[in-house]
Structures are given as structure tokens and as C-alpha cells.
């Protein structure tokens, strides 16, 4: 293995406590950076069984976790990114706990399509 290859700046806000309550913005690769999670067809992203199975995963999480919430979220061919909150009250999207903030819409809609639209939230330090 290429030590330099792996060897990237941190992101992290250096004394930053990681495990307080906040929003917390992740993306995560798949190894090798596989395309295992679908294709993009004209534009769009077309999750195939495991880009539904992450997405699937991805809604199941506050049930899982108490006082873990999930926001916006995205499968792409060799990568998620979500937005995690810590501490969260309802355990779920923001208001009903069923809100996609992203597309604006109840429901599962159309999870992992397109681009997002809108800021995602950030934490103010």
C-alpha cells in the first residue's frame, strides 16, 4: 500500500469535540472507489439493489439510533453523502421527522436522484 496515496489534511476543526450535539456533514467512498451503487443515465443518478439497500439503510437510521436525526442525502455511483445530526429531538428529519429538506416534499420521493438543492445546514463555532 502507498502510505502517500492515504496520507490527506485533516478536515477537522482542530480541539473541536466531534461527539457534541451538531450536524455533521459525511460522505463516504466506497473502496477502491467501485462503482457499486448505480450509474448516472442522462444526468440523473439511478440507484441500482444496493444503491437502494444504502438508501434504504440510510432511512433506518433514527429508529435505530435515538437522539440521532438524518437530513439531506444523496447515493452517487462510488459514494454517499448525508448530513447526520447528533442530539437530535425527534430522532428523525427535521418537523414531521419524515421532511425531505432537500427536494421539499413528505415521503421518500426521490431519494438519491438529481443534484440537491439548497444549503445544507452548518454548524456556527
Known sequence: MNN???NRRSI???????SQAGAYF????TQNRDCLFGEIIEGEM????????????????PPHYPGIGIDAFIAMPNHIHGIVIVGAATGGRPGSGNYDSVHG???HGQHGH???QGVAPTLSL
Open 4 to 6: 502517500q496515496k492515504h
Open 12 to 18: 477537522r476543526l482542530k480541539g473541536y469535540d466531534y
Open 26 to 29: 459525511v460522505t463516504i467512498c
Open 46 to 61: 439511478v440507484l441500482n439493489d444496493a444503491g437502494k439497500m444504502v438508501q434504504t439503510i440510510w432511512d433506518q437510521i
Open 105 to 107: 416534499q413528505h415521503g
Open 114 to 116: 438529481g443534484q440537491p
